[in-house]
């Protein structure tokens, strides 16, 4: 009997990794499975995953985990494709305006979907506002420069205020009950809750149309539960991962995402504006759209574009009114 070729034992060694559900998986049984499951885990999720990761969801042990999370790696099929495929997918993507002509076209017509947009800035220079704005306008239809869609509404700061949005629907000559209804507000008590309800809204978004999700503010949690330098590390990481999570939802509800985030001022700094946004590197990189917010007087905002994949930087000038937001 010939001998079979190092290519061909390579061979047969991938055949044998390939899975289909997540009971395949070395040292994954049922209990586990269905863990994995109701965390909304699927192979690729598992193939993306940490070991510890695995572990703290499955209880399986984290070498255990290496073992799967290298099956489903072995499991998985690149998928290329053309830019002009891309191209053409980029053609779904919605725009929700934000009720400033200003700062639409500083953002490239509204509040991108399938990407994140992120302001940042002190108290009192309408991140929040903007928030509340976005959450009646994406009800609208899309000629009106809405999507006709429900709203998430992620609060960690105790800053949603039904009134306002009442105040705002109204003066857009919406029906004001129908907009509350149409936004699904939920606290977030600490970090922790805050991740696990962004990972648990998949349900939610598909039962109710949800084309908006708002968290106002990313940060806050965070901030609060890692304090000093050695939980910086802990920080970044849960971070990083609860934002990677808000943009495979964007991408695959085709939704978009609005996230405000604090500031501190840096004292390195001597010249020129300390303010500097939380979050480092890790939401420096991960935001797709990154607006800085600055109170000017009486009801004026300066906005400025700090990052962009495809828009110039730049500043407008846009209104904070009781009417809402306007140029």
């Known amino acids: 009997m010939a001998k079979k070729s190092s290519d061909e034992e390579e061979g047969e060694g991938k055949k044998k990794l390939a899975v289909k559900d997540l009971e395949d998986l070395p040292g994954i049984g049922e209990v586990s499975a269905e863990k994995l499951r109701k965390a909304g885990y699927d192979i690729e999720k598992v193939a993306a995953s940490s070991p510890h990761e695995l572990d703290e969801i499955a209880e399986i042990g984290v070498e255990a985990a290496k073992k799967a999370i290298a099956a489903a790696k072995d499991s998985l099929v690149a998928e ?3 830019a002009d495929k891309i191209l ?9 305006t934000t009720g400033s002509k200003e700062l639409d076209a500083l953002l490239g017509g509204g509040v991108e979907t399938m990407a994140i947009t992120e302001c940042y800035g002190k108290f009192s220079s309408g991140k929040s506002q903007i928030g509340f704005q976005l959450s009646v306008n994406v009800q609208k239809p899309p000629e009106q420069g ?15 205020r039904p009134e306002r949005v009442k105040q705002m629907a109204e003066a857009a000559g919406m029906d004001a009950d129908s907009v509350l209804k149409n936004i699904h507000v939920v606290r977030a008590f600490n970090s922790d809750h805050q991740m696990v309800l962004v990972e648990k809204a998949e349900d939610m978004i598909r039962t109710n149309n ?18 000093g330098r050695g939980a910086l590390g802990d920080r970044q990481q849960k971070l990083n991962k609860h934002i990677h999570t808000l943009q495979r939802l964007a991408d ?19 010249f020129g ?24 007087k009486e009801e004026k905002r300066i906005a400025r574009l700090v990052d962009s994949p495809n828009m110039p930087e730049g500043e407008c000038v846009f209104k904070v009114t009781a009417k809402g937001i306007s140029d």
Do not use: C, W
């Open 80 to 82: 290329y494709e053309t």
């Open 88 to 96: 053409e997918r980029r053609k779904q993507v919605g725009r929700i």
């Open 146 to 160: 809405g999507l006709s869609g429900g709203v998430l509404f992620i609060d960690s700061e105790s800053t949603f």
């Open 210 to 227: 949800i084309k908006l999700i708002v968290v106002d503010s990313l940060t806050s949690h965070f901030r609060a539960d890692y304090v």
């Open 252 to 270: 695959k509800f085709n939704l978009a995402v609005y996230i405000t985030n604090q500031v501190m001022d840096n004292p390195g700094i001597l």
């Open 273 to 296: 504006d300390p303010t500097t946004p939380i979050g480092g590197h890790v939401l420096a990189h991960a935001a797709t759209y990154r607006v800085y917010l600055r109170k000017g």
